[in-house]
T-cell receptor, first 112, second 113 residues
Framework: RKEVEQDPGPFNVPEGATVAFNCTYS??????FFWYRQDCRKEPKLLMS???SGNEDGRFTAQLNRASQYISLLIRDSKLSDSATYLC?????????????FGKGTKLSVKP | EAGVAQSPRYKIIEKRQSVAFWCNPI?????LYWYQQILGQGPKLLIQ????????DSQLPKDRFSAERLKGVDSTLKIQPAKLEDSAVYLC???????????FGPGTRLLVL
């Protein structure tokens, strides 16, 4: 089982749509969770951290279910500028201090 | 505030040649990371430095890859000799501490022919 698994995508949605990305992780001892965004041919950038109680940042909502080892990202009212690859990221547990483990990413294309 | 700087941005070499990449982290960031991102994959950690010491190099192919951060500031990553499967984007990231947010540089895109 891969350490971090995501929906393969791509997701092609019209502007204004709501889209949800799912992610599962294998190490139950993981403590920190993130969503990064990566534009085509650019570096990854932190979109938001994911907290146990769930958290929202504008049109973006992240959820964490520790029991199921499941993370989600919901984007409401999609904009053309949301087109990017969304990477689910888990911080390594145990001896791997600060190590980020990335999923393969899910590509989102928002169409007019 | 200046971001993470990397050079070169692009490099094309033939297999069995050597190549080196350079990274200058954000000023004051003690932790520096090198990642490899193969097309269609997420970044994979190669090595992590805390100041000038190696914290984790468990995924670094040490028979051909080496990295150093001698003065605890900038860092170089070397591949010698390169293989076709080394074609990837090499991303450098830095953070204030090991548990802090990592900021990525623009990457070096390597093509091995």
């Amino acid at each position: 089982r891969k350490e971090v698994e995501q929906d393969p995508g791509p997701f092609n949605v019209p502007e204004g749509a709501t889209v949800a990305f799912n992610c599962t992780y294998s190490n139950s001892a993981s403590q920190s969770f993130f969503w990064y965004r990566q534009d085509c041919r650019k570096e990854p950038k932190l979109l938001m951290s994911v907290y146990s109680s769930g958290n929202e940042d504008g049109r973006f909502t992240a959820q964490l279910n520790r029991a199921s080892q499941y993370i989600s990202l919901l984007i409401r009212d999609s904009k053309l500028s949301d087109s990017a690859t969304y990477l689910c990221v888990v911080r390594g547990a145990g001896g791997s201090q600060g190590n980020l483990i990335f999923g393969k990413g899910t590509k989102l294309s928002v169409k007019p | 505030e200046a971001g993470v700087a990397q050079s070169p941005r692009y490099k094309i070499i033939e297999k069995r040649q050597s190549v080196a990449f350079w990274c200058n982290p954000i000023s004051g960031h003690a932790t520096l990371y090198w990642y490899q991102q193969i097309l269609g994959q997420g970044p994979k950690l190669l090595i992590q430095f805390q100041n000038n010491g190696v914290v984790d190099d468990s995924q670094l192919p040490k028979d051909r890859f080496s990295a150093e951060r001698l003065k605890g500031v900038d860092s170089t990553l070397k591949i010698q000799p390169a293989k076709l499967e080394d074609s990837a984007v090499y991303l450098c990231a830095s953070s204030f501490g090991a548990q802090e947010t990592q900021y990525f540089g623009p990457g070096t895109r390597l093509l091995v022919l």
